[in-house]
């Protein structure tokens, strides 16, 4: 059996600050095989971007960052490779779209340049006319009706919807093994956001990418996922198949989520509660979806 | 009775080298007083653009916005800044990464002279907890909060200038559905309480469905379409309207059926 694409072990994450250690993730267990869509849901503040950022190693430069657990890409261990391989590891063969903008779009330079910088880092001698052309077959791909305009602007003079897209298309320009989308479609219309999805899931079909999906959407994620963990404060209260997890959600903490999507019939604002000692019940893990290694 | 906000015939064209993009279009309507406005539309149709020329960040190309029936200049008077309130789209960008979010929150509360000076930083911590985050948050950076949490900040910082008119740019888009539900609860306590009126800009449709009084659809810079809730939901006329009803990603049966119902009526309309 090959090694799944990305496997978490036990990942633990706690930052130091005035009032003393504050404990982000308290052992975080997680794999996503090879061209698998497995979704991370949960509330703001659980550790989903945490989680994202030190699969891509930018947490584990933090000061105030004590990071343990292992996180092994493609049957290696992370934390094994030197600094420079996992350097060129990011951007081409594990890349991330940015739940904020300003993350990965720089404001002083145009998307063309931006997006020649990406595609140099898996060809480093293509040119910038070759670039602006690869760049806008992929805008045009992400439903962006003007690429030609979108490549001469800076990121102040788009839309958010349309930084959105240039990140996603950016993202997927070098054909990654590992995706991870944080929040990708937050800023986007609904219409624009199934085919953006559809696109991403033709892509990532496509080239066998794995992803992980990060979102606090229900409705997208029951669209995109194949398998869902949910996490609740920095622990993944239940896990399943997407299917498995809709129809029969098992964990307290995810039957409240379910619960608190506004409906389009329109009953109103939900009534939720927001905290709960039954939210911290033990971890669910529906039929067939164990960990590798360990007995479902 | 005169409506809070006006804007006549507001258009925007904006130059971005050879190219120039026509993001608003002849746009006019009316906010009452004490109302919730939702905006809708695809992506880049001029929503934020809007948003940014009622906020007098920069002014219209042609016509004229005026709130209680004085056409507002293009320079703002502080008393015009503190009644209409904007909560960004990014919210990391609207936050000075080299403050504190109390700093950030104190600093709006005494431009504007709210409250007792010594109260203030009281206030600052009551404020956050109104949006869910501890009090204690008032030391952090912003580059240690998650994308939700300074989306939250983001909303205080509105509130806390006790303004009339508050502008919300896609305001829970980052927010899971529980913490969606409390913020959505408390802004319309707020609207009950002080009389606020909210121009609520999002693309999320259920959204919409549980918290305006009107919406407002655009496209292309155009709006196409602006009714009661109700009328937009039983009856949309445009078919951009109805595409995007069509389109929300539901988790129930019910609502699956309801987006079917409209297929089939957007169906006959074309038959
Ligand atoms: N650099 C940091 N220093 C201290 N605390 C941090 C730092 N970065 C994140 N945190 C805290 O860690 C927790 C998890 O943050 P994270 O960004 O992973 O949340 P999230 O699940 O992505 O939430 P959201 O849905 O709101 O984006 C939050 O409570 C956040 O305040
Ligand atoms: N400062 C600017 N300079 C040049 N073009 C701009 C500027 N601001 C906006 N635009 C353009 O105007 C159009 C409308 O943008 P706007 O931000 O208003 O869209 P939006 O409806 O808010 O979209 P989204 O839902 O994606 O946020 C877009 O084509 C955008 O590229
Ligand atoms: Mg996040
Ligand atoms: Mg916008």
Same mark, same amino acid.
């Given at each position: 059996m090959t090694a799944p694409t990305l496997l978490i072990r036990d990942l633990r994450l706690s930052f130091k600050g005035y009032s003393g250690l504050v404990e982000v993730l308290h052992g975080i267990s997680l794999h996503i095989d090879k061209g698998e869509r497995v979704a991370l849901v949960g509330e703001s503040g659980s550790g989903k971007s945490v989680t994202a950022r030190i699969i891509l190693g930018?947490?584990? =430069?933090? +000061?105030t960052a004590r990071i343990s657990g292992t996180v092994n890409f493609e049957g290696r261990?992370?934390?094994?490779? %030197?600094r420079a391989e996992r350097h060129r590891l990011r951007g081409t063969k594990m890349s991330m779209i940015f739940q904020d903008p300003t993350s990965s779009l $720089? &404001?002083?330079? +145009?998307i063309s340049e931006q997006f020649h910088e990406v595609l140099k880092r898996m060809?480093? !001698?293509?040119g910038r006319a070759e670039a602006d052309r690869k760049a806008a077959a992929m805008l045009a791909d992400v439903s962006i009706t003007e690429p030609e305009r979108v490549l001469a602007?800076?990121?102040?003079?788009?839309?958010g919807g349309m930084n959105q897209r240039v990140m996603i298309a950016m993202a997927l320009a070098n054909e990654p093994s590992l995706l991870i989308a944080d929040?990708? !479609? =937050?800023?986007?219309d609904v219409t624009v956001q199934a085919q953006t999805l559809k696109l991403m899931r033709e892509l990532v079909t496509r080239h066998n990418t794995a992803v992980l999906f990060i979102s606090h959407n229900l409705g997208v994620v029951r669209e995109f996922a194949d398998r869902i963990y949910v996490i609740y404060k920095g622990r993944i209260v239940e896990h399943g198949k997407a299917t498995q997890l809709f129809d029969n959600p098992r964990h307290p903490y995810t039957r409240a989520l379910m619960n608190a999507i506004p409906r389009i019939t329109g009953e109103g604002i939900p009534k939720i509660?927001? $905290? %709960?000692?039954?939210?911290?019940a033990p971890l669910v893990v529906h039929e067939g979806c164990g960990e590798p290694g360990e007995v479902a | 009775m005169t409506p809070i906000l006006s804007l006549q015939s507001v258009s925007k064209t904006f130059t971005v080298g050879a190219h120039e993009v026509?993001?608003?279009?002849?746009v006019s309507f009316d906010v009452a007083k004490g109302e919730c406005l939702a905006v809708v539309g695809e992506s880049g149709s001029g929503k934020s653009t809007i948003a940014n020329m009622i906020l007098g960040i920069y002014p219209p190309s042609e016509g004229t916005i005026s709130y209680r029936g004085t056409v507002l200049p293009s320079s703002r008077e502080l008393s015009h800044r503190r009644a209409i309130q904007l909560v960004q789209q990014n919210p990391l960008s609207s936050?000075?990464?080299? +403050?504190?979010i109390g700093a950030s929150l104190r600093l709006a509360l005494d431009v504007h002279g709210i409250g007792e000076r010594s109260r203030r930083w009281e206030r600052v911590g009551k404020l956050l907890e109104e949006v869910g985050?501890?009090?204690?948050?008032?030391? +952090? %950076? &912003?580059? =240690?909060?998650s994308g939700g949490q300074r989306q939250r900040v983001a909303i205080a910082r509105a509130l806390a200038?006790?303004?009339e008119i508050v502008v919300l740019d896609?305001? =829970?888009?980052?927010?899971?559905v529980l913490v969606q539900a409390r913020t959505l609860k408390l802004l319309n306590e707020l609207k009950e309480s002080r009389g606020l009126t909210y121009i609520f800009i999002t693309h999320d449709l259920s959204v919409v469905r549980n918290i305006a009084d009107r919406v407002a659809v655009f496209e292309n810079g155009k709006l196409v379409e602006l009714d009661t809730v109700e009328t937009i939901f039983s009856?949309?006329?445009?078919p951009y309207t109805r595409g995007l009803i069509g389109a929300v990603p539901v988790v129930t049966r019910e609502e699956e059926a309801l987006r079917t119902s409209l297929t089939e009526k957007e169906n006959n309309a074309n038959a």
């Open positions: 930018l947490l584990q =430069t933090m +000061r261990d992370l934390e094994a490779m %030197s $720089n &404001p002083v330079y +145009r060809v480093p !001698g293509i602007s800076y990121p102040f003079q788009l839309s929040e990708p !479609g =937050t800023a986007l509660q927001d $905290n %709960s000692d039954e939210y911290l | 026509r993001a608003v279009d002849d936050l000075n990464p080299k +403050r504190t985050l501890p009090a204690d948050y008032r030391s +952090r %950076s &912003p580059a =240690t909060l200038c006790e303004s896609e305001p =829970t888009s980052a927010l899971d009856n949309p006329a445009d």
